[in-house]
């Protein structure tokens, strides 16, 4: 086992800073559902700002805010447009059609983008057998699409498709601000194409907990009815908002560095024989590779490289996905590289090892996220 367990399965994985952890203990607190909370009021009012939003609401997490803004914007029997690997089609249980009776239509993409020419005729006719079609939605960063940003122009045209035919627009922006630090495109600027933008603080901010949807105070103020619908009112929220607060305002920069890692991860794992990055060029802090099949399946590399210290997820066939994050330096990043040079070079050498594969100890996909 390696000195220092290394944890890319995703930045989800993040412990509080000491100053985070002292911004919590000190947050100023109310009743959040009667709007008596001051450090989330505040926390809504700056993120507001900071996407050019009139208004924005807290909520427990990335899920619970998507599925808000898929109610907010459909009402049952319609349907709305999506990538075919985003994360509210793929990674949130359908609850589109569970919670709000509302069907998901996917488009193709390549590594999470399509283009805007293939919505042309996707808007169902008027017609007493057809859903109607009443929203598209992007994720920008694309998670599947190993932290893919959206070309700035093709998202722009994408949503000025769907405005110029009546359709509203959403963001899963759970990590928009990586794609803001990658462009330096400011957030307001992708924020402004959508009604509705839903950003994580719990992934790449690295707070303990929270996401948050903005728009027009008229639809946070019918947000808020479908939180509480969801369960999603909460009391005190301060103590969980306090650490969204603080990494909204500290912790954006630094996803550079976040970005850098997962640069010479990519260049490590480049240089390993029978693994080749897919998507292949690293744009963000997601980084996904082929393991070669003669090296087994992906789980069983996993599972050896978790023995070593080092851990990553199956990510689906033959594909792995690793995520550099707050917690994790340039020193893991070679600690990783070198051990997944040791446990290729294992199972070349053992080629019952790689036929046998085994369970991934750790769970193959939680949530994906």
């Given amino acids: ?55 924005a609401l807290f909520v427990p997490s990335g899920t619970m805010s998507n599925q808000i803004a898929v109610r907010l914007h459909c009402r049952p029997g319609e349907e709305f ?16 059609a569970q919670l709000s009776g509302v069907v998901a239509r996917p488009v193709p993409g390549r590594y999470g983008i399509f283009q805007p020419e293939q919505l042309h005729g996707m808007i169902r006719p008027e017609d007493e057998h057809l859903v109607r079609t009443r929203l598209v939605c992007l994720e920008n960063t694309h998670n599947r699409g190993g932290g893919r940003v959206w070309p700035y122009e093709t998202l722009e045209a994408v949503c000025r498709w769907a405005h110029q035919n009546g359709l509203r627009t959403h963001l899963d922006g759970a990590r928009l601000f990586n794609a803001v630090v990658a462009t330096g495109i400011p957030a307001r600027e992708w924020a402004q194409h959508f009604d509705t933008v839903s950003v994580c603080f719990s992934k790449g901010l690295g707070a303990p907990v929270g996401s948050a949807l903005a728009g027009s105070k008229e639809l946070i103020y019918e947000a808020r009815r479908h939180r ?56 963000t802090n997601i ?47 070679e600690q990783a590289v070198d051990t997944l040079a040791q446990v290729v070079d294992h199972l070349r050498r053992n080629p019952q090892a790689a036929a046998a594969g085994t369970q991934h100890a750790y769970g193959s996909s939680p949530g994906a996220e």
Avoid: W
């Fill in 228 to 283: 509480k619908l969801f369960g999603g009112g909460m009391r005190q929220a301060g103590v969980i908002a306090a650490g969204a607060l603080y990494a909204l305002q500290h912790h954006v920069e630094r996803l550079a560095e976040d970005h850098q890692n997962a640069q010479l991860l990519a260049q490590g794992i480049a240089q390993i024989p029978g693994l080749e990055l897919d998507p292949p060029e690293v744009q």
């Fill in 1 to 55: 086992m390696s000195e220092k367990l290394v944890d890319l399965r995703s930045d989800t994985v993040t412990r509080p800073t000491p100053a985070m952890r002292a911004a919590i203990a000190q947050a100023a607190v109310g009743d959040d559902v009667f709007h008596e909370d001051p450090t989330t009021n505040e926390l809504q009012e700056v993120l507001a700002e900071t996407l050019g939003k009139e208004a």
């Fill in 81 to 96: 447009l999506c990538e075919a690997g985003c994360h509210i089609y793929n990674y949130e249980q359908g609850a589109y």
């Fill in 287 to 333: 980084v996904v590779f082929r393991v070669e099949e003669t090296l087994g399946p992906a789980e069983a590399l996993v599972e050896l490289l978790a023995q070593r210290g080092v851990l990553m997820i199956p990510f689906g066939g033959q594909l792995i996905r690793a995520v550099t994050h707050l917690d994790v330096t340039r020193r893991d990043v």
